[in-house]
């Protein structure tokens, strides 16, 4: 029963992996505005569904026109799933109306969280959620014009609740962000709650706190707020610790918020001082990087090299994500993440890998780029990253193309002196497939190789697991002291699931999985 529902889920794994994150939220969001449109029949929502029509045409016709005329006078590539992403958030956090004025403060909200995007942008990469500037700016607005309407957060309704939480799970799922927005809504119910308390204590009231608990979470903004908007890669920072600070920041303030004036600091604003703290964290990390030549290391595994034009920060093992704009591009969009060979001490050089052979859109657009030429980086994420402690014990486990983040750390290592215990265990489908041979030979680790045919000319302390199948039987047997290291392993999920019995083993696991480009 185990083993099927683990396969099940290595399968939905794959299948979402196909999708880009941004095209998936589309679905999802759309998805959600069809359960919304087809409840609102029933009067079960705030809004009525001509009302929900109506701001719905009201939102897109301001968004694609600002858009529209960014594309045409600064030049910038039009993204249509970030221009419907902005509409759908809008839809569901400000308040659907007939009245003329409403109508003009909903275009006014979606002009502005448009143009958020390229006036509050820095390197590449916009600082604000722009829906929430949208927003907030209306809310601000509506203090000295009531009638153009704020912010109302109707999502928040238990009969909404349900599909947010499956449409939101399959969103976290892909974006790997389940923890850093768990973290938030465990702060923004729990400081909600004692407020709760607080007040009905200060009127004298009976408190019910069970009744109080449920309402919070299914009838608050909370899911809707960090399922689709806390967790945007663009405005969070790098680091999985980063993030949790930046969850909690937003938990606190969405959860008591502050009144300043006749504004207060929760939900939609309370993101956008998240945001703020984000964008210090990450204040270096969105560049443009010109490609400088490529080279064939495999029959099928190619090598960029990049030169970075400005201050480029990351750790070893970390991975980037970069956009190559394109006419027609396919499910996954116009950007991709890509683990950084290259060790951060031989920076200004970038260097990414990749695996040829797929027909994506984006691969073929990628093809094309000259040397020359320059990419736009829109960040760098991930915390496979090695032990703080350098007399940790490692196992590092590889597969294929996701070899890539451990040559960035052995490369790191070698070149800062830091000498470890590290093991290394590399899967490829033929011999003719070991990437980099030479920095691997260079750090001087133990390699133990699974491919099917034995490959000739071994480097000293390398060895073919000959005769010995890959799975946890046999990761055991050529990794014996695996429960006295820390175990990362990088390859597609079918593997990882694989060798997870043996993996529980190390005191600890970090895993990079993946499911192709």
């Known amino acids: 029963m185990i083993s099927s529902l683990t396969a099940a889920w290595t399968r939905v794994f794959a299948l979402i992996g196909r999708i880009s994150m941004y095209r998936l939220v589309v679905w999802a969001l759309v998805a959600l505005a069809a359960i919304a449109f087809v409840e609102s029949f029933f009067g079960v929502l705030a809004p009525t569904p001509w009302e929900l029509l109506a701001a719905w045409a009201v939102l897109g016709l301001a968004c694609v026109a600002v858009d529209a005329l960014a594309h045409r006078l600064l030049g910038k590539a039009w993204r249509w799933e970030s221009t419907l992403i902005t509409v759908l958030i809008l839809l569901f956090v400000l308040r659907p109306t007939l009245d003329p004025l409403g109508l003009v403060g909903l275009a006014v909200a979606g002009a502005v969280a448009s143009a958020s995007k390229y006036v509050l942008a820095w390197q590449g990469r916009h600082i604000f959620n722009p829906a929430a500037v949208g927003a907030t700016f209306l809310t601000v607005l509506s203090v000295w014009v009531p009638e153009l309407g704020a912010s109302a957060w109707w999502v928040g ?119 703020l703290v984000a964008f210090v964290f990450a204040f270096r990390s969105a560049v443009r990087l ?29 991975y980037l994500e970069l956009e190559v704009a394109h006419a027609h591009a396919d499910a996954r969009g116009t950007r991709r993440e890509f683990s950084i060979v290259s060790a951060p001490e031989e920076l200004p050089t970038v260097r990414i890998a990749l695996r040829e052979g797929s027909q994506s859109s984006y691969k073929k657009a990628l093809a094309r780029v000259e040397p020359g030429q320059s990419l736009p980086v829109t960040g760098v994420w991930g915390d496979f990253v090695l032990p703080s402690k350098p007399t940790s014990p490692v196992l590092m486990v590889a597969a294929g193309i996701g070899v890539t983040p451990f040559v960035s750390q052995l490369r790191h290592l070698r070149l800062s002196s830091d000498d470890r215990d590290v093991v290394f265990v590399y899967v490829a489908s033929g011999a003719e497939e070991l990437a980099f041979r030479d920095e691997l030979e260079a750090s ?74």
């Open 444 to 517: 001087g680790v133990p390699v133990i190789v699974f491919t099917r045919d034995e490959p000739t000319d071994l480097p000293p302390r390398w060895r073919w697991a000959r005769g010995v199948r890959l799975d946890a039987e046999g990761l055991l047997q050529v990794v014996p002291d695996i429960a006295e290291r820390h175990a990362y392993i990088s390859g597609p999920p079918g593997l990882i699931s694989e060798l997870a019995p043996a993996l529980e083993r190390a005191r600890s696991i970090t895993t990079d999985a993946f499911s192709g480009y």
């Open 290 to 318: 010109t490609l400088v030549e490529r080279v064939a290391l495999t029959p099928t595994v190619r090598e960029l090299v990049f030169h970075a034009r400005r201050g480029f920060r990351f750790s070893a093992g970390q």
């Open 157 to 275: 309704s238990p009969y909404l609740a349900a599909p947010v939480i499956v449409a939101g799970f399959l969103v976290l799922f892909r974006t790997e962000k389940l923890r850093v927005v768990l973290v938030f809504l465990v702060i923004a119910v729990a400081v909600a709650f004692f407020r709760t308390a607080s007040q009905y204590q200060t009127a004298g009231l009976a408190f019910d706190a069970g009744t109080v608990f449920w309402q919070l979470l299914w009838s608050s903004p909370f899911l809707f707020l960090g399922v689709f908007m806390l967790s945007e890669p663009l405005t969070l920072p790098p680091r999985r610790w980063q993030q949790f600070v930046v969850a909690a920041i937003v938990g606190v303030l969405a959860g008591w918020p502050i009144d300043v004036g006749g504004v207060s600091l929760g939900q939609e604003r309370a993101l956008l001082i998240g945001n």
